[in-house]
């Protein structure tokens, strides 16, 4: 069946240092990706989104690159700042309607000043 | 501006209560939703709703249970029937399947068990 997999956190990082969140995915025909993001005691908001193949989603620094030969969808950032200190959620509609998605279990971000 | 308002922010309950958690919308969706969140976990769905009077169960949906009668509104009631409702609790909308278009998310409840 469907199935999204994302990297345990927490993921700890120096301010400016390099981002990568990885996401892969298990799925049947060709959905769309998502991210989410969620800072602490709030919802989740949308990061960004990718609708085929090769398509790069991208918002406020964040990219990710729709991989259909790898099925991965890795979020990342070239210079993190404390402020994106939250959880991420990589997201993958079901193939019923779309009204049913599957969240990754969500990876934890650190950034230090 | 538009958005997805939860209330309470907190709420506690005792053993045997049921408690209503409010979800209303002002983005002029059709589709509403109800997730739960665990700690360490990814969200999972409880109902969703495509259209005024009409919902569907999601994947743990026992124990629980919702109404849609006005397109702006979609409660949510936490029966006696659940045994482990400690939880955050995410109600989210979307203009047509969120899952392929992305969903708006309230702030949440976070429900405890006293």
């Known amino acids: 069946g469907d199935s999204v997999t994302q990297m345990e956190g927490p993921v700890t990082l120096s301010e400016e240092a390099f981002l990568t969140i990885n996401c892969t995915y298990t799925?049947?025909?060709?959905?769309?990706l998502f991210w989410y993001v969620q800072y602490p005691g709030e919802g989740l908001q949308l990061l960004l989104k990718a609708t085929k193949a090769d398509d790069k989603g991208s918002n406020k620094g964040f990219e990710a690159t729709y991989r259909k030969e790898t099925t991965s969808f890795h979020l990342e950032k070239g210079s993190v700042q404390v402020s994106d200190s939250a959880v991420y959620f990589c997201?993958?509609?079901?193939?019923?309607?779309?009204?049913?998605?599957?969240f990754g279990a969500g990876t934890r971000l650190f950034v230090k000043a | 501006d538009g958005g997805i308002t939860q209330s309470p922010k907190y709420l506690f309950r005792k053993e045997g209560q049921n408690v209503t958690l409010s979800c209303e919308q002002n983005l002029n969706h059709d589709a509403m939703y109800w997730y739960r969140q665990d700690p360490g976990q990814g969200l999972r769905l409880i109902y969703y709703s495509q259209i005024v009077n009409d919902f569907q169960k999601g994947d743990i949906a026992e124990g629980y249970s919702v109404s849609r009668e006005k397109k702006e509104s979609f409660p949510l009631t936490v029966t006696s029937a659940q045994k482990n409702p400690t939880a955050f609790y995410l109600c989210a909308s979307s203009a047509g399947a969120g899952g392929n278009y992305g969903y708006t998310f309230g702030s949440g409840t976070r429900l405890t068990v006293v």
């Open positions: 997201a993958l509609p079901m193939n019923t309607g779309g009204f049913k998605t599957i």
């Open positions: 799925a049947t025909g060709y959905p769309s």
